[in-house]
């Protein structure tokens, strides 16, 4: 492969290209609603009515707005449809001719979409995913090829740390210092991993890009490998997306059989080979130590750090792990320039952020917004609010390792720094809006139940103190504890923050933290007065 | 509650098929050749072993930790440390719950307690004719369509209980299944 062959596909793919395109989401959420039947609906429909000269029917990755999918959309009028069923296949290509159609119309220019800046989704709902030459003639792999050609090492390096890109996965690492660190630490063999062990309930942002766009997550890949000095990459993905798996997998072997993945990519001396590697449903091996002991075929216990992954990783050499969003980053970072990518978000976040909006809110899906929007415009003017309009009580976000932050800070900016001090996370992008209706101590219990069951067991403040955590918080919510267990439960919260071994441990007290910081009355009002609880004394 | 699977079923001792009838002994071992019997490959062939086998049997693990060279302890641990990983054989129909959080907001709760209520099973076990598994999971990923339900690897969104009660007397009048049944993948 070649520039010359690469843009012979890219040429070619765009002039097979029909006038009028019928788009059909194929994403998980579209995909359980109906979505293939529809897509073959719509196919035999469009030949049968003899339009299949001038009008094609493309499965494409995620819209976004999966709270109302299955979704279609019509090129180039713009046309959204939501809610399609395959019945109503032929009123959708009734439509292509103006005629009356009775499919409910969503609106593209809805705030939903108008306020996203689509740069690591910018090809999701746009390509077929399953097809590398869509890919390839919305611009893919020319980022490669020319950072092979004409960019060195340190000078990628040098762009990713420019653009201020932080780790996607939650914690929010510099990138560019991450890659620095692997880059310089020596050894003959290297490994780069890319996290897909999305496992906060209530976030699917990592599953809609590898769903949507698998190659841009295999290019940026490459280039971090070309960066660091790597030849061998692992992509861990959770067991629990299969429809992921098979398109990654065979987004692999789509790049071998192009060379573009492989030995002697573009024809230069970079060879980098990428093997997917699916986990068992385990929370604990979103964390970095874990995930290798897990691609290992080990269990998925940390260990301490340091040594630090970037210095002894995977097999006990030098590796570089970033999420599957950081990664998704690399290509449009490389291709416009470090400055323009630092030019988007507040002064220390920098670029946009994917969220899963979910819970109690009007418009459920995906969302991607720059860094520094606020948590108001996300949830009121993108979200539309709460379905029956009651108002909204506080929003989480992170995850079991995140916080809930209340309506009356909602004009907190997204960004790593404010959501901390918030008593939250910015997390890897779950955002679970919850209404009057939820009990915010419940919600505590339902998070300290995840991460009790979650706990490795490794170490004793994580493996116990999760659970008599969760034991007192029970209590709680049953009307039968004291005071005193309100006591014992914050200072348990202090030991388990403070000496749990890995992230899992030292972040689970959070949601308990942050509902009693916003929440306490919920707290005590479901406290048992004291006197009552103690046995009567008598005479 | 566990996490996806049952994991504290006693494991009954079950004859593998007879191997003159059964290739799955086969790719198996095509499955370990493939990964040159190498250690780290202990996950990877965990998991075909169970679409196999539908369950991790204490002869299959013995099995792969003779073939991959690896202490017993050590593929127990392995098997046991996953949620994904039954050691108990799974109902020939799955309904699986999702938990996740968002699932969770729109009462997925009560909707388990619906189904435990109409099934007479207690979340992650096994009807005692072997046809239906009630299994909850942690999070699906389907949050756009929450609350999400899984019925023999088919994902329902936007699951109510009527629905859902129906759709399981549905599939459970079908003439039961044999014990070929892979599991919900």
Same mark, same amino acid.
């Given at each position: 492969m070649d520039l010359a062959e690469l843009n012979a596909i890219a040429a070619h793919e765009r002039a097979s290209r029909k006038p009028i395109r019928i788009a059909c989401c194929t994403s998980l959420g579209c995909y359980a609603s109906g979505a293939v039947e529809l897509q073959q609906q719509l196919t035999a429909g469009v030949a049968a009515t003899g339009r299949a000269e001038n009008v094609e029917v493309v499965g494409v990755g995620c819209m976004g707005f999966c709270g109302h999918g299955p979704l279609v959309r019509i090129e180039p009028e713009d046309l959204l449809f939501e809610h399609v069923r395959p019945e109503q296949a032929p009123a959708i290509i009734a439509a292509l001719d103006g005629g009356p159609c009775d499919v409910e119309r969503g609106d593209p220019r809805h705030p939903f979409f108008a306020r996203q800046l689509p740069i690591v989704r910018r090809n999701g709902g746009v390509?077929?995913?399953?097809?590398i030459e869509a890919y390839i003639a919305a611009g893919g792999y020319a980022t490669l090829y020319r950072v092979l050609h004409d960019v060195s090492p340190a000078e990628v390096i040098d762009q990713i740390t420019r653009s201020g890109l932080r780790g996607r996965g939650g914690a929010g690492y510099p990138t560019g210092l991450k890659w620095a660190t692997v880059a310089k630490s020596p050894g003959e063999r290297k490994f780069v991993v890319c996290n897909g062990d999305e496992g906060d309930p209530g976030a699917f942002m990592d599953r809609s890009i590898l769903e949507s766009d698998p190659h841009l997550v295999l290019e940026g890949m490459a280039i971090a490998a070309y960066a660091v000095g790597a030849h061998e990459g692992y992509l861990y993905v959770r067991g629990e997306y299969p429809l992921a798996i098979q398109r990654l997998t065979r987004a692999i072997s789509q790049a071998r059989r192009h060379g573009l993945s492989g030995s002697q990519i573009f024809e230069t001396a970079f060879d980098f080979k990428v093997e997917v590697r699916v986990g068992a449903g385990a929370f604990v091996c979103g964390e970095e130590t874990a995930l290798i002991a897990s691609i290992e075929g080990r269990r998925g216990q940390p260990r301490p750090r340091p040594p630090y992954p970037a210095e002894r990783g995977l097999w006990g050499c030098p590796t570089l792990i970033n999420n599957v969003e950081t990664f998704a980053n690399i290509v449009p970072i490389i291709e416009r320039g470090a400055d323009w990518y630092a030019s988007i978000g507040t002064a220390r976040s920098k670029g946009t952020k994917v969220f899963a909006l979910t819970g109690k809110i009007r418009n459920t899906g995906l969302i991607e917004v720059p860094m520094g929007i606020t948590l108001r415009e996300i949830i009121e003017?993108? #979200?539309?609010?709460t379905p029956d309009g009651t108002p909204v009580k506080a929003v989480q976000t992170g995850g079991p390792s995140g916080g809930c932050i209340p309506a009356s800070l909602f004009d907190t900016p997204v960004d790593y720094e404010s959501l901390a001090a918030a008593g939250s996370i910015m997390g890897s992008g779950g955002m679970v809006v919850m209404d009057a209706g939820t009990n915010m101590v419940e919600i505590a219990r339902f998070y300290m139940a995840f991460c009790m069951d979650e706990?490795? #067991?490794?170490?004793?403040p994580c493996r116990v103190g999760t659970v008599q955590m969760h034991h007192l918080l029970d209590k709680l919510v049953n009307g039968q504890a004291t005071s005193e267990d309100l006591v014992q439960l914050e200072a348990l919260c202090q030991i388990v923050r403070e000496m749990s071994l890995c992230g899992l441990g030292q972040s689970a007290p959070n949601p308990v933290l942050s509902t009693l910081r916003y929440f306490r009355d919920e707290y005590a009002a479901l406290l048992n007065a004291p006197s009552a609880a103690a046995p009567q004394p008598t005479d | 509650m566990a996490g996806a699977l049952p994991r504290a079923a006693p494991a009954q001792e079950q004859d593998l098929a007879a191997p003159t009838v059964d290739n799955r002994q086969k790719i198996l071992q095509a499955t370990m050749r493939r990964h040159q019997y190498r250690p780290d490959a202990l996950i990877e062939v965990l998991h075909k072993a169970q679409e196999l086998y539908g369950y991790l049997s204490p002869t299959l693990l013995a099995t792969v930790a003779h073939d991959l060279h690896l202490p017993p302890s050590r593929v127990y641990g392995v098997a046991t440390f996953y949620?994904?990983?039954?050691?108990a054989p799974q109902g020939a129909h799955t309904c699986t719950v999702c938990l996740g959080t968002a699932c969770y907001v729109k009462g997925a709760a009560a909707l388990l307690a619906a189904l435990e209520a109409e099934t007479g099973l207690k979340a992650g076990s096994t009807s005692a004719d072997g046809q239906l598994s009630l299994l909850t999971a942690r999070c699906l990923g389907a949050c756009g369509i929450a609350p999400a339900v899984v019925l023999d690897g088919l994902v329902i969104g936007h699951a109510d209980a009527a629905t859902l009660r129906a759709r399981l007397h549905a599939l459970l009048a079908q003439p039961p299944l044999a014990e070929e049944h892979h599991g919900s993948r």
């Open positions: 390509i077929d995913p399953e097809r003017d993108l #979200g539309g609010g706990s490795c #067991g490794k170490c004793v | 949620h994904f990983f039954s050691l």
